[in-house]
């Protein structure tokens, strides 16, 4: 079956997108995923995304890393929303369904402002810090970020069974100003360093604007540049997370691949 497609990218992190409004991968979509996504064998992808039709949103959001598996990606979401304007299904506003919970979005140029949900108090982790932005992230501070072995460490910590049974993303950040910092992420499911991680950055900035006594935090990654702002109340949550950065169209095409028989 042929597949037509389009390569979005947010800050370096890249993604598939698929209107999935009338098409399926079938019930058994992981190896269909892994084979688009395969960078030397397929289109080449950190992830891929479906926009699916849902009664109650403007549209859901699919989305599967690059091994298949599923989670929240920060920079996937402004990425599918920018693809649904593209599809005509939004235009500047809107609120969508992603497998952490609703959230809104507002387009301007090629910038999306993303709302992520709420966050519980960041915990402490010996001198390292852990949050959930709709996915697990593990964040260290570091010296000289730009030669550190983001990838030796990340993968370590990434796959510490006793401390994390379902592994997680790692963070390392190293701070520029008071209310800017430099972030490399080893991700889950890409298992690999990407060149910019949404939810990554947000934990990142949560913990910093904590240090700082800041709501609104820059970031600078090896693929661009990105800004969380935010609120923290008085129980120690964090609310009106907005992560805002680029989202832009790379490409499009058709792939051929044999998908199974129970797809559309």
Known sequence: MDINFYKYQGTGNDFIMIDGRSFSLGSDPIPYIQQLC?????????????????????FEMCYYNADGSQSMCGNGARCAVAFSSFLGIIDRTTSFLAIDGPHTAE?????????????KEIEYIGKDFFANTGSPHHMRFVNEIESFDVVGTGRAIRNDSEKYPEGTNVNFISAISADTIMVRTYERGVEDETLSCGTGVTACA????EIEQKN??????????LQVSFNKIEDGNFQEIVLTGPAEQV?????SVNVPSDAV
Do not use: E, W
């Open 38 to 58: 395969h960078r030397k064998f397929g289109i080449g992808a950190d992830g891929l995304i479906l926009i699916k039709a849902h009664a109650d949103y403007d």
């Open 107 to 119: 387009i301007s140029g090629n910038s999306v402002a993303l709302r992520m949900g709420d966050v």
């Open 206 to 209: 949560l913990v910093y604007g």
């Open 216 to 225: 609104k935090i820059n970031i600078q990654t090896p693929g661009g540049n």
């Open 251 to 255: 490409f499009s095409g058709t792939i």
